[in-house]
C-alpha cells in the first residue's frame, strides 16, 4: 500500500470522469466512442498527477477498464485510503490567523472529515463575516471578508457548481507603490453558502488560489 497522494479536489475530479464514463457505458455510447473517452480519462488522471510513481498510475488507471456500476463504486471506493487530508490546525493556529477579532467563534473542528476539505469557511452570522483558511506551501492562510446573501442560486468561483451562493468581498493587502494611507482594493467572488458542499464539489483549485493571491499577494 503506497503512501496518501490524492488531494480532496483530484479526488471529486477522479469522481466525475467516473460518473461520465459510467453515463457513456449506460447509454450504450458507440465502441469507438467508449474508446475514445477510455483514453480520454486516462490521459487526464497522468495529466492531473504527473508526479505519481508507476504503482500509483497503475491504480488509478484502472479506471479505464471498468464496465459495471459496481465496479465503479469499488474503484472510488479503494481511493479513499490515499486521500491526503486538510491539515488539521488547532485553534489557537487558527484564532493566530485573525487577530482583530477577540470573540472570533470558530466551526467545531472535531466534526469535520478533513480528507473531504479543500479549504476551510464559516460565517458569523453576527457581524456578516466569513473566515476562509486555506493551506499552501507548508502553512495555513487566513481571508476573512464580508458575506452578503444573494438569495438566489448561480454558478460560485470555486467549484463551479450551481448553487445558493454569497458575495464574498475581502479587502486586498496589495498596494501600490506611494499610494495613500487610506487606500484600499476590495476583491470580491460568488461562493457557495454551504461550504461542506462546495468542498464535496470543486476539483480544480486554481480559481480559488487565483482569489487567495489576488487578496494576499
Known sequence: MCDPFIRNHQYNFIKKQADSLLNAIRTNADSKVLASLRYFTETKLDELFPLATEGQKQMLNRISTLEKADDFQQYIKALEPYIVGFPQATEKQLLKLFPKNKKLKLPDLSAIDHRYVTYLSWMDIATNKLFMVYH????????????????????????????????????????????????????????CMNSADCNKNISDISSLEKFIDSVNG
Open 136 to 191: 499552501a506551501n507548508g502553512q495555513f492562510i487566513g481571508i476573512e471578508g464580508r458575506a452578503t446573501p444573494t438569495n438566489k442560486k448561480s454558478f460560485c468561483f470555486v467549484c463551479n457548481r450551481y448553487e445558493e451562493l454569497v458575495l464574498f468581498s475581502a479587502n486586498s493587502k496589495i498596494r501600490p507603490p506611494k499610494s495613500s494611507p487610506d487606500y484600499y482594493k476590495t476583491v470580491g467572488n460568488y461562493l
